[in-house]
C-alpha cells in the first residue's frame, strides 16, 4: 500500500523530533531518488543547483514550474518524504512565496525552504524585515495545508557576498520568530560558528555539506548541534566528475579503463522498478 503524503510528513516531522542529527540527500531525478532510498536514507530533497543542471542551466535560472515538476518526479519515485528547495518563492512578494509553499504541496512535497536571497547581484539579499515578512507569508501558507509541511527558512549571506555571522543569526532568530520550523544557513566557515548558530536558536538547524575546507563529519555536526544535514549539489557534482572522467579518458587516450570502476547494469537496474 502507498505511503500518504501525510503519513509522509508526519515522518518528516518526526525525524527533526527525534535525538541525533539525520542525513537528507539530495537527489536530482527518479533514477537518483530511487538509488538514495534503496541505500537508505530516510528522506529525500531536491537542490536548486542539481535541478536547474539537469535543464542545462545555472542554479537560480529555472522558473517555479521547472522546479516543481523535478520536485514532482522524486516524489513519485520512491515512498520517502521529499522536501523541495524552492529558492525565493520564485518571486519577490510574501504572495509569491505564500503561493509556491502551496503549489509545492500540490506536487507532494512535505516540506520546503525559503530564502532571503534576491537573485540581484548588486543588492543581493533582502533587508530583514522584508525576508521575515516573507517567511511569515511562507508559514501561514505551510500552515494552511491538510498536511503538517515543514517550513525551512534560510538566511544567505555566507553564500551571496555578505559572511556576517551576527547578521546571519538576527536573520535566523527573525525567521524562527516568524514561525518557520527549521533554520539553515548555508556557507558557515567553522564548527564555532555552526555551534554559535545552533546555540542561538531553539528550532532545528540544517547544516549544508558541500563546500570544500566547510563540510565537516556527522559525529562533529551532531555535537555542535545541528539536527539536520543536507548535502546540496555534491551528489551530483560526484556523478557529474565521474562523467568527466570517463568522458576525458575516452577522448584524450581512446581507452576504457572507466568500464572497470563502473557499476554494472545489472547492478544498477537493482534499484529501480519493474
Keep these: ?27 536530482w531525478d527518479a533514477g ?26 545555472r542554479d537560480g535560472k529555472i522558473t517555479r514550474e521547472e522546479a516543481l515538476a523535478n520536485a514532482r518526479m522524486i516524489v513519485e519515485a520512491t515512498d520517502l518524504p521529499v522536501a523541495g528547495d524552492l529558492e525565493k518563492g520564485f518571486g519577490d512578494s510574501p504572495q509569491a512565496a505564500a503561493e509556491t509553499i502551496r503549489e509545492a504541496c500540490n506536487v507532494g512535497l512535505v516540506g520546503g525552504s525559503i530564502e532571503d536571497a534576491t537573485g540581484d547581484k548588486d543588492a543581493p539579499l533582502f533587508d530583514l524585515e522584508t525576508a521575515a515578512v516573507r517567511v511569515k507569508a511562507a508559514v501561514q501558507a505551510a500552515r494552511s495545508l491538510p498536511i503538517p509541511f515543514v517550513l525551512t527558512a534560510r538566511a544567505e549571506g555566507f553564500l551571496r557576498g555578505r559572511p556576517d555571522l551576527e547578521d546571519v543569526i538576527k536573520r535566523l532568530q527573525a525567521f524562527e ?97 519493474d
Excluded: W
Excluded at 40 to 52: H, N, R, V, Y
Design 1 to 27: 500500500m502507498a505511503i500518504s503524503q501525510a503519513d509522509k510528513a508526519m515522518k518528516f516531522r518526526a525525524l527533526h523530533e527525534r535525538a541525533g542529527a539525520f542525513v537528507i540527500a539530495n537527489p
Design 32 to 57: 537518483s531518488a530511487r538509488i538514495l532510498a534503496g541505500l537508505g536514507f530516510e528522506a529525500l530533497a531536491t537542490s536548486s543547483g542539481a535541478k536547474a543542471a539537469v535543464l542545462g542551466k
Design 177 to 273: 520568530a516568524a514561525g518557520a520550523d527549521v533554520l539553515f544557513a548555508p556557507g558557515l566557515p567553522d564548527l564555532e560558528a555552526v555551534r554559535k548558530v545552533c546555540s542561538s536558536l531553539k528550532k532545528p538547524f540544517n547544516f549544508m555539506v558541500g563546500i570544500k575546507g566547510k563540510s565537516f563529519s556527522k559525529q562533529d555536526l551532531e555535537a555542535a548541534g545541528v539536527k539536520r544535514i543536507s548535502l546540496a549539489t555534491s551528489l551530483y557534482r560526484a556523478a557529474m566528475t565521474g562523467l568527466l572522467e570517463a568522458a576525458r579518458e575516452v577522448q584524450e587516450k581512446g581507452s576504457f579503463g572507466y568500464l572497470d570502476r563502473s557499476i554494472t547494469t545489472p547492478e544498477l537496474n537493482a534499484f529501480m522498478k
